[in-house]
């Protein structure tokens, strides 16, 4: 061999040598290495066939009439970004109805304050739902710790929204008196022509600036039947009527969705039908507590009402 040729196959060779050298530090192989021993066959592990599951219970069906848009299947709890605060709930915020103010909760305010909850009883004006948010929302700001959000009738569409949303994490659960709990998208009047027509309906009339007040004469027998006939001719003095168009406002926001809830139904209601009441609650899955009460039940059954309040906010509390 020439000297030049032998000089290639020395370069050559040390090339090769290199290449193989660093097959040995660490560079992935092109191709998978072999098993260094065969793998034995999986026993089987067929399940045996498991028995047929009883069927589940049912729930009463939504009365709602053809013409209506059937309602969203409830939906789990949603995970919120910003959790409520751990422990015990130290606040309880009301908010009213129509044809009533902050003071149709003064004895439950009395009954929630001995049992040690630092509660606020919101004055919302009733002109718009966002005016009603906002003012609930300003009460909320004062607070601090674990806080549960309470609405009767008109006020259940009032914590649905205000209880939603970064500026609200310190509501750990909602409780719905006698409520309007709509979902996003649904107005008061979307859930309630879902049910039969109530008499308080007919008792109420539209003034000339779009707002709607209850009949004088009809408030005792189709809001207040239980409430003595002296007080209630107190709060037909101080009712506060409600702008007409609230009812037609569609929720932007759910509480209920990712929040837990309590629903007080009140089975003598002649303003929101109790069938109409047990369809909400069942929807949004809240836990259910009857009372043999016309509408007004913050003033009727005071104690009732606040035993109930605690009790959901003992379980709030809990999760």
């Not at 700001?141 to 674990?146: C, E, H, I, M």
Request: charged share 15%; hydrophobic share 45%.
């Amino acid at each position: 061999m020439s000297p030049k040729h032998l000089l290639y196959a020395v370069l050559l060779g040390a090339c090769l040598g290199a290449t193989g050298a660093s097959a040995q530090t660490g560079q992935t192989p092109t191709e998978p290495a072999p098993s260094a021993a065969p793998v034995a066959p999986a026993p089987d592990m067929t399940p045996a066939p498991a028995p047929a599951p009883a069927p589940a219970a049912t729930e009463p069906a939504a009365p709602a009439p053809a013409a209506a848009a059937s309602a969203p299947a409830p939906a789990p709890r949603a995970a919120v970004a910003s959790a409520p605060p751990a422990g015990p709930v130290q606040n309880i915020v009301l908010v009213h109805g129509a044809f009533v103010d902050g003071s149709s909760w003064n004895g439950v305010i009395a009954r929630l304050q001995k049992k040690g909850y630092r509660v606020a009883s919101v004055q919302i004006p009733l002109t718009s739902l966002a005016d009603d948010v906002a003012a609930t929302k300003r009460v909320l700001a004062q607070l601090s710790g674990p806080t549960v959000l309470v609405g009767h009738s008109w006020g259940g569409v009032v914590i649905t929204e205000a209880g939603s949303g970064p500026d609200a994490s310190k509501v750990t659960g909602l409780v719905y008196v006698a409520a309007i709990a709509p979902d996003i998208g649904e107005s008061a009047v979307d859930i309630l022509k879902r049910g039969p027509q109530m008499p308080a309906g007919s008792a109420m009339t539209k003034d000339s600036t779009g707002f709607l007040w209850l009949d004088p004469a009809r408030y005792h027998a189709d809001f207040a039947a239980d409430v003595p006939e002296n007080l209630t001719r107190v709060l037909v003095a101080a009712q506060q009527p409600i702008a007409s168009k609230n009812f037609e406002e569609r929720a932007t926001q759910a509480a209920w969705r990712y929040k837990p809830s309590f629903y007080i139904v009140t089975t003598r209601d002649r303003a929101v039908s109790p069938e109409i009441q047990r369809w909400m609650a069942h929807r949004i899955g809240a836990t259910i507590i009857e009372t043999p009460s016309s509408h007004l039940l913050p003033v009727a059954h005071a104690g009732a009402t606040a035993d109930a309040i605690d009790r959901a906010a003992r379980e709030f509390g809990k999760e």
